[in-house]
């Protein structure tokens, strides 16, 4: 069982140390703050509650299960973060988002410290890892105990429940999608984890033993919904940039035989070499090393090349523009030759602009590198042959 939490909890915590990889202006941001905090709670949360963390913390405090009030103030805290990252994100005034934190935690600190001084108060000699939930669902002031971490937990989750349904019909997108995961991974919780503590606890004072469904069913199920919530709350945050980078990768990907072309003219600084350069910082490298490698080929563009591989495009049936980057690909790769044999420039300069230097982005320069690679206009495209030999 320890194995399963803590997977759980090294998966939970790792979408906050995803989420932190960011310029420091967005980690600084309160969203991305609540959202790291929540995220973080909710992973220790079940570091506390593996049985392995809990004989630990007994035998380094020396108190027969002071484990079970870390863990459960450790879970009062991250359903008051849930609460607050909710309101963070839902937004609004700063007053009013600020009041509604203040109200969370006002209510959420009392519970924390009610949970401790109930269990000061209990006789709680006896120390079990799995299953003290029904074991002292008898004994005065820590039943007590647990329900109250029970009822602060579902408070927090039915709202979130609430405000994820109500919220879902006003968005749409990755938003309303992160909300349902946020719904599906509180509503397992809800049915996973709470209702089978609550049953396993009303089964003990009416004389039953249901502990199987606190000591087996419930764990899983609960790193399951958590596993649900955090990705609900990281995808909408994560998904845009991820996708962004996809394409940064590919562009990187499709200027490679055009930066292959020219690379030796380039001056650029070379870009720092590692394998933690995300796609867009080595796209940003590649942009504006090519930039430069086509600023020193320009005395090599030879205007009477280009015209006729634009005139051959026309004759091919290609749009303008397609026309435009077939012509200044064949220039490019004539400059490109002649550079590399070190001819000397043309004695008048060209002056044309690329299409490629008129556009921001990569977008003109992906144009020119594919444009490279593609059979020049009016190349006859041959088909295959298949001989036979006759014995």
């Known amino acids: 069982m320890s194995l399963v939490v803590y997977l759980a909890a090294g998966l939970f915590g790792l979408s906050a140390v995803v989420l932190c990889r960011r310029p420091?202006?967005?980690?600084?941001?309160?969203?991305?703050?609540?959202?790291?905090?929540a995220i973080v709670l909710g992973s220790l949360v079940f570091v506390c509650s593996a049985p392995l963390t809990l004989a630990a913390v007994n035998d380094?405090?020396?108190i027969p299960n002071f484990g079970a009030p870390l863990t459960y103030g450790m879970l009062s805290a991250y359903s008051c973060s849930l609460l607050i990252l909710l309101i963070h994100w839902r937004g609004g005034p700063p007053e009013r988002v600020r009041r509604m934190v203040l109200r969370s935690i006002a209510a959420y600190v009392p519970l924390i410290a009610a949970i401790v001084v109930l269990f000061a108060l209990g006789d709680a000699r006896t120390e079990r890892l799995t299953d003290l939930d029904t074991y002292y669902a008898n004994t005065p002031y820590l039943c007590e105990m647990i329900l109250l971490y029970l009822v602060g937990h579902s408070a927090a989750t039915l709202a979130t429940c609430v405000l994820c349904v109500k919220w879902s019909r006003e968005v749409t997108g990755l938003?309303?999608?992160?909300?349902?995961l946020i719904l599906a991974g509180s509503a397992l919780d809800v049915v996973g984890f709470q209702l089978?503590?609550?049953?396993?606890?009303?089964a003990r004072w009416t004389g039953h033993d249901l502990d199987v469904l606190s000591t087996q069913v419930a764990p899983p199920l609960a790193s399951l919904g958590a596993l649900l919530c955090s990705a609900g709350f990281v995808l909408p945050r994560l998904l845009p940039s991820a996708l962004a980078q996809l394409r940064s990768l590919d562009d990187y990907r499709t200027l490679a035989p055009l930066w292959a072309r020219i690379r030796f003219v380039s001056t650029a600084p070379k870009p720092p070499s590692g394998w933690w350069q995300l796609p867009r910082a080595r796209l940003h490298w590649r942009e504006v090393s090519i930039h430069?490698?086509?600023l020193g080929?320009?005395?090599?563009?030879?205007?009477t090349v280009r015209e006729r591989a634009l005139a051959a495009a026309r004759r091919a049936g290609r749009?303008?523009?397609d026309a435009r980057i077939a012509a200044e690909a064949a220039m490019l790769a004539d400059a490109a030759r002649r550079a590399a044999a070190r001819e000397d420039p043309l004695?008048?300069?060209?002056?044309?602009?690329?299409?490629?230097?008129?556009?921001?982005?990569?977008?003109?320069?992906?144009?020119?590198?594919?444009?490279?690679?593609?059979?020049?206009?009016?190349?006859p495209v041959r088909g295959g042959t298949v001989r036979t030999s006759h014995g």
């Open 24 to 37: 420091p202006r967005a980690v600084r941001d309160p969203l991305t703050v609540s959202t790291c905090v």
């Open 60 to 62: 380094l405090t020396g």
């Open 175 to 180: 938003l309303r999608t992160g909300l349902r």
């Open 196 to 202: 089978t503590k609550y049953t396993a606890v009303a």
């Open 292 to 294: 430069d490698a086509l």
């Open 297 to 303: 080929l320009a005395p090599y563009f030879d205007d």
């Open 319 to 321: 749009t303008p523009h």
């Open 347 to 379: 004695p008048t300069p060209s002056g044309y602009r690329l299409h490629a230097t008129e556009v921001s982005g990569t977008s003109g320069l992906v144009e020119l590198a594919q444009a490279l690679v593609r059979p020049p206009a009016g190349t």
